[in-house]
C-alpha cells in the first residue's frame, strides 16, 4: 500500500513480467522470472484486476477461460467459493446466460465476484490482486472480501489496496512512496511506529466516520463542525 503514484500497481506487474527490472531481479520460487518459461510463469500467476471486464459469452465459459478443460461442476464450485450464489440465481439462465445478450448484464461489484470465481478456477499458487474491491459498493465488498478467504488459502497473496481495511491482517504489508520501500511490517508494528502508513491508517479512520451533521455541514465522529453537537452514529467502513 501508499500513496497514489507510489508504484504499487508497477510493482506487484514485476511479477509476471508486464515489465521487467532495470537492476535487480524478480523471483519465483527461487527462479528469476526472466529465466522462466513465459507459459511456466503465467500458468503460476492469477490476476484480479480493478477493472476487470467479463467476455461476451456465457458465465460459465467467462470462468472457464482460466482453465479450458474445467468441468461444469469445478466451475459451479468456483462461483459458490466467490459468493456468486445470488447472481447465478437471478440470471434467467443460471450459468449458462451470455453476459451482454438481451439486456443481461452485472454491476461491477458482480463482475469483479466472477473475475474472482475465474482466479480461484486457475489454482494458481501465485495471487495478485490490484484494487480488487475499488469499484464495489458496500454489500458486494463484503462479499468480495469473503471469496478472498478461499482465494487465499494456500497461497501467496499480493493484495493492492487503497482501502487499509483490506490489509489489516496480511502477515506483511508493505508501504511503497515515490517507488521506494519505505515501511515494511505487519499493520500493529506499522501503526506502533508512527510513519506514512500510521498517518494513513488515521486518516482513514477519519474518513470512515465522516458524515454530514444536522445543520448541513460536515464533521467527524469526536468532532463538531461549528458549534453544532454531531449526530450519534455508529463507525463503519470507508465507502
Not at 527462479?31 to 467476455?55: E, K, S, T, Y
Not at 465459459?61 to 478443460?69: F, K, L
Not at 462461483?79 to 446466460?97: F, H, M, N, R
Amino acid at each position: 500500500m501508499g500513496p497514489s503514484g507510489g508504484g504499487k500497481t508497477t510493482a506487484a506487474s514485476l511479477i509476471p513480467r508486464f515489465w521487467d527490472v532495470a537492476s535487480g531481479r524478480v523471483e519465483v520460487g527461487g527462479v528469476d522470472v526472466r529465466a522462466m518459461d513465459p507459459h511456466v510463469l503465467m500458468d503460476q500467476i492469477a490476476f484480479v484486476f480493478q477493472n476487470n471486464h467479463l467476455f461476451k459469452t456465457s458465465i460459465l465459459e467467462n470462468v472457464r477461460a482460466a482453465r479450458p478443460e474445467a468441468t461444469r461442476e469445478e466451475v459451479e464450485a468456483a462461483l459458490s467459493a466467490a459468493q456468486c450464489d445470488d447472481i447465478i440465481a437471478k440470471l434467467p439462465e443460471g450459468i449458462d446466460t451470455r453476459i451482454g445478450a438481451a439486456g443481461t448484464y452485472l454491476s461491477g461489484g458482480e463482475q469483479q465476484r466472477v473475475a474472482l470465481a475465474r482466479a480461484i478456477l486457475k489454482d494458481a499458487p501465485i495471487v495478485v490482486l490490484d484494487e480488487a474491491t475499488a469499484f464495489a459498493d458496500p454489500e458486494n465488498e463484503a462479499l468480495i472480501q469473503n471469496a478472498f478467504a478461499s482465494l487465499a488459502e494456500g497461497r501467496t497473496v499480493i493484495m493492492i489496496a487503497h482501502r487499509l481495511s483490506t490489509v489489516v491482517s496480511a502477515d506483511k504489508i508493505i508501504v511503497l512512496d515515490a517507488g521506494e520501500v519505505v515501511e515494511k511490517g505487519t499493520h500493529e508494528t506499522l501503526v506502533a511506529a508512527g510513519g506514512l502508513y500510521a498517518r494513513m491508517w488515521n486518516d482513514y479512520n477519519k474518513a470512515a466516520t465522516w458524515r454530514i451533521g444536522a445543520s448541513g455541514r460536515t464533521s467527524a465522529a469526536g468532532a463538531t463542525s461549528g458549534h453544532e453537537r454531531p449526530e450519534s452514529s455508529t463507525e463503519g467502513e470507508a465507502i
